[in-house]
């Protein structure tokens, strides 16, 4: 799981999910409205939990998320992660794509790679959070976005950017990244929108190289965040227009 892939077989089987990801999302007919409007917060707080696929015996669904450099196979687990902030100006319509809430609070802890060891996540910015279309069975298409961190193990530093896409259910408050739900003690290999970054600076250490991590690499993520808003907060809602 851990060790260098050939990265052209790598890169064959994140297009394909890609693809397949692509049709997915296409294929829920034609998108009737165009605007959106988010209500409650005024604080919210997404909780990653995931079925961490180095547990053994099997825990089961845990605290924390996986992130996984697709074409290094190489992947990154946080036993904890957590980003929160607010609803941008709850009960206003938006058109789709317009910001819906400011993440400005990262909490990563116990993140840690087989190879580099223990890493430090630390944001970068205000991370966003918007929806993207009409809602298919109770899912909005919903996005992270103005996502960027700067990740620090032993002899590695390097940097991530991008958005995340995926979708929003409204009744259990669960952001679900493409790719997800995956199988019991497996891992997503499916893009996200995340990819190592070139700047400020790209990969850079002796564990850099020995992991393999390049920029450009499509980031996967295994696991879900759930809306747990803060005392004196609601839940979100999404409506139209």
Do not use: H
Request: proline share 7%; charged share 10%; with cysteine.
């Amino acid at each position: 799981m851990f060790k260098k892939t050939n990265r052209l077989a790598a890169g064959l089987m994140a297009t394909a999910a890609a693809s397949v990801t692509v049709l997915s999302m296409t294929a829920t007919g034609a998108q009737a409205a165009t605007t959106f409007t988010p209500s409650g917060g005024p604080g919210a707080n997404f909780v990653g939990s995931y079925n961490n696929p180095t547990d053994s015996p099997d825990l089961g669904i845990v605290s924390g998320i996986r992130f996984t450099d697709i074409p290094a196979d190489q992947s990154l687990d946080c036993s904890a992660f957590s980003v929160g902030g607010s609803i941008v100006s709850p009960g206003t319509s938006r058109a789709y794509g317009a910001n819906a809430g400011n993440l400005g609070s990262l909490t990563a802890s116990g993140c840690t790679n087989p190879l580099a060891g223990a890493t430090s996540v630390t944001p970068i910015g205000t991370w966003g959070v918007t929806v993207t279309g009409d809602a298919v069975s109770g899912q909005w298409p919903a996005r992270l976005t103005n996502v960027k961190a700067k990740l620090s193990a032993a002899n590695c530093d390097f940097y991530v950017e991008g958005v995340v896409n995926g979708k929003f259910n409204t009744s259990t408050q669960v952001f679900t990244p493409v790719g997800n739900p995956v199988a019991a003690n497996a891992t997503s290999y499916t893009p996200t929108g995340l990819v190592i970054a070139s700047t400020p600076a790209p990969p850079t250490g002796s564990m850099c190289t020995t992991l393999d991590l390049q920029v450009g690499d499509d980031i996967g993520i295994t696991g879900t965040f759930k809306n747990t808003p803060p005392s004196g907060s609601t839940a979100l809602a999404i409506t139209n227009p």
